[in-house]
């Protein structure tokens, strides 16, 4: 398993892919999922083990291979930390205006901008969530646990069945079989949730 990188380290990746895209003379605008959406945009999670990307053109354009294999090198991480295998279990029903918020552009510290990250808004990545539920993961159950009840309080949600109302507006079919996730709903601890959530912070 990669080694968890924080938010610092994250931010410095995205500014120099996005220098490395103003190089190429492109722009790269990507969403990003999971742990590393909450990990910039929140003000509960702390450290994430990989990037979860909207679909990337396959195969990597040169540039973008060649500096995300760069930083992998540099930092010791895995050669996948940027990926999109997050794409096939994303909603057909999410709208990218409606269900994103744009998060920041980079590199911070330039003119022109190489690239554009979205995060979901906390009602989707919570329907996303929700759908995995991975709370008895042995490795990342604990913090899959306290994202959901974090994001519960930020969307508002208190009970089980508006969970599985969230649920269903994103993935209908999920809903429609939800037994798992009410079970684990109903049965999962409360506790060791953020005072004051924020998403986005």
Do not use: C
Not at 32 to 46: C, D, K, P
Not at 146 to 171: K, P, W
Request: charged share 25%; proline share 3%; aromatic share 8%.
């Amino acid at each position: 398993m990669i080694a968890a990188f924080d938010r610092e380290a994250l931010l410095d990746a995205f500014d120099q892919i996005g220098r490395a895209a103003v190089g190429a003379g492109t722009k790269l605008q990507i969403a990003v999922y999971g742990g590393s959406a909450l990990m910039l945009a929140s003000n509960f999670r702390f450290a994430t083990e990989d990037v979860d990307v909207s679909r990337l053109e396959q195969p990597l354009p040169m540039w973008l291979a060649k500096i995300v294999g760069e930083i992998a090198q540099k930092n010791g991480w895995k050669e996948d930390w940027f990926n999109d295998g997050v794409a096939f279990h994303l909603s057909a029903l999410a709208d990218h205006a409606a269900d994103h918020l744009e998060f920041a552009t980079f590199p911070r510290d330039g003119d022109a901008v190489g690239l554009v990250v979205s995060v979901p808004t906390a009602e989707y990545l919570l329907a996303l969530k929700l759908k995995a539920f991975r709370i008895l993961d042995a490795t990342r159950g604990e913090a899959e646990r306290l994202d959901i009840l974090n994001l519960m309080r930020v969307v508002g949600i208190s009970s089980t069945e508006e969970a599985m109302v969230l649920l269903g507006r994103y993935f209908p079919i999920s809903a429609a079989s939800s037994e798992k996730q009410r079970f684990l709903l109903r049965n999962m601890n409360l506790e060791g949730a953020s005072d004051a959530p924020k998403y986005p912070r």
